[in-house]
């Protein structure tokens, strides 16, 4: 066993026969904290269901997942070095992974998978293709901390696992390393009660199979749906949080061989410009374009920015009298600032705001002095649809430091930015990609309770969502100034 002095202990209790290779990777995170010495436990448990695990075997083999993956189960061997065999007197903090509790102090923390504490939990909800709400109690039962994660893939369990056990390493970091007062809202529900059989895995993998088959079979029939833009003139004292059905909205007409998404809009010498991302059908990468709205509508749209890599999420702004653009460079793994040196065709690259991160849909503002940056994070095998974290500066250019509470938020209903930020009744306020449903598939207003170095806390106001004129998803994002709003959705071909 490792031991280092001067450190805080925390003992993790694990089932030796589910030893998943995401509490590898936590016990490992937690060595590398300069203030943390942690220490493994192993208890004796239930197995996994066996037809969950022939079943995780299969995908492996059909699908090459030949990578390392979250729910891959190790030996003991893997916490060799940090194995505590003996009984200590000192425990320091413990976290039960067991889903029995093996330490009756009230410094504990336990997991709940839809409000118990087996991960059996986790596993039924992949076979009822939705996700499991997380939550850390202490040993009172109070909770501390909660999540909902998003799953991307609800056909692969292979790939569900990953996301809901990448989404929960988050939680237990931030449980061992954050000081939490507790008092967060529960996301417990009651969990099926249907046990694990094999009758429910072979009704898993045939759904599976005849949902990919479908998308097979749309795309080449080129029937598949897309997304496209949409925009529409208002009235400045409409509604900020409420939206008209897709029929209200004029369609940013595209040939077919690419898409127009992520709308935002500027004006600049009297004209209202439209950026949006650019995606090619051809060669699967996005560049920013932008158009001028003219007497018939916008104008199709030119591109105006391209890299290497691919780009999307133009979030385009004014400030000190230049204008600027940090558009979404997750492939980079940066956040790049760029300048207008000619508006709006040409940017010159200003500085590299954030760097060696997985950062989607950047957005900045001013609040209390400072800028800050609200962008959806990705953290190991993990999604972004689901995780906020929070980046703070004295000065647009930087330094930008992580906020101490990253992650902010960890749900698939409300974590993901979608557009700029916007004062409403004296609040600042915004939009935010609801993912409940697959991605894109609504909006959640969210206003801004308490925004400081300390804590940041939002509320969800309204979720809307766009379902006529056969739209499937969306808005996925929503930008607007005091005459002119779009959005975008996901359908069917014009």
């Given amino acids: 066993m490792i031991e280092v002095t001067g450190r805080r202990k925390v003992t993790?209790?694990?089932?030796?026969?589910r030893l998943w290779r995401w509490q590898h990777e936590l016990v490992t995170r937690l060595a590398r904290h300069p203030d943390i010495n942690p220490v493994v436990r192993l208890a004796d448990g239930p197995s996994p269901p066996r037809a969950f695990t022939l079943l995780l075997m299969l995908e492996k083999f059909a699908f090459r997942l030949h990578d390392d993956h979250a729910c891959d189960l190790l030996s003991e061997n893997a916490f060799e070095p940090y194995l505590e065999t003996w009984d200590a007197t000192d425990s320091g903090r413990v976290l039960d992974l067991t889903g029995h509790a093996q330490n009756g102090a009230l410094s504990d923390l336990k997991i709940l998978y839809d409000g118990t504490a087996s991960d059996d939990a986790a596993l039924l909800a992949v076979l009822d293709a939705r996700s499991p709400a997380l939550t850390i109690i202490d040993g009172e039962g109070r909770a501390l901390i909660a999540g909902l994660p998003a799953v991307e893939d609800k056909t692969v369990a292979v790939r569900a696992l990953d996301t809901i056990f990448s989404a929960l390493l988050q939680l237990c970091v931030k449980a061992v390393t954050?000081?939490?007062?507790?008092?967060?809202?529960?996301?417990?529900?009651?969990?099926?009660?249907?046990?694990?059989?094999?009758?429910?895995v072979l009704s898993f993998s045939a759904t599976a199979l005849a949902s990919k088959l479908n998308v097979r079979i749309a795309r080449l029939c080129h029937e598949a749906p897309r997304w496209f833009?949409?925009?529409?003139?208002?009235?400045?004292?409409?509604p900020r949080t409420s939206l008209p059905g897709a029929g209200a909205y004029h369609r940013l007409a595209d040939d077919g061989g690419r898409y127009y998404a992520d709308p935002f809009l500027f004006i600049a010498d009297g004209r209202t410009h439209l950026f949006v991302e650019e995606f090619d059908q051809m060669s699967g990468k996005g560049l920013i374009s932008a158009s001028v709205l003219g007497s018939g509508g916008f104008e199709r749209p030119k591109p105006v920015l391209e890299t290497q890599s691919h780009l999307s999420y133009p979030h385009v702004f004014a400030h000190a009298g230049a204008i600027w653009m940090i558009p979404e460079s997750l492939q980079s793994r940066?956040?790049?600032?760029?300048?207008?040196?000619?508006?709006?065709?040409?940017?010159?690259?200003?500085?590299?705001?954030?760097?060696?991160?997985?950062?989607?849909?950047?957005?900045?503002?001013?609040h209390g002095g400072l800028w800050w940056m609200f962008a959806a994070t990705r953290s190991w095998r993990g999604s972004n649809w689901d995780t906020l974290s929070v980046f703070w500066a004295p000065e647009l250019i930087g330094p930008w430091q992580p906020h101490a509470g990253n992650p902010i938020l960890l749900d698939h209903r409300c974590a993901r930015p979608a557009g700029d930020f916007f004062h409403h009744d004296g609040a600042l306020w915004r939009p935010a990609q609801?993912?409940?449903?697959?991605?894109?598939?609504?909006?959640?207003?969210?206003?801004?309770?308490?925004?400081?170095?300390?804590?940041v806390r939002q509320s969800v106001q309204k979720t809307v969502r766009v379902r006529d004129g056969g739209v499937r998803r969306g808005p996925h994002s929503l930008n607007r100034t005091s005459t002119i709003e779009t959005i975008d959705l996901y359908g069917a071909s014009a």
């Fill in 229 to 238: 833009v949409a925009w529409r003139q208002i009235d400045a004292m409409e």
């Fill in 334 to 366: 940066t956040v790049d600032l760029y300048r207008a040196e000619r508006f709006p065709d040409r940017w010159v690259h200003e500085a590299t705001l954030l760097q060696n991160v997985e950062v989607s849909d950047a957005t900045v503002c001013q």
């Fill in 434 to 455: 609801d993912c409940s449903e697959g991605y894109g598939t609504g909006l959640a207003f969210c206003r801004i309770d308490l925004l400081d170095l300390e804590n």
């Fill in 12 to 17: 993790i209790w694990l089932n030796r026969a």
């Fill in 178 to 200: 954050v000081p939490l007062t507790g008092g967060v809202q529960s996301l417990s529900r009651p969990s099926t009660e249907n046990p694990m059989h094999s009758g429910r």
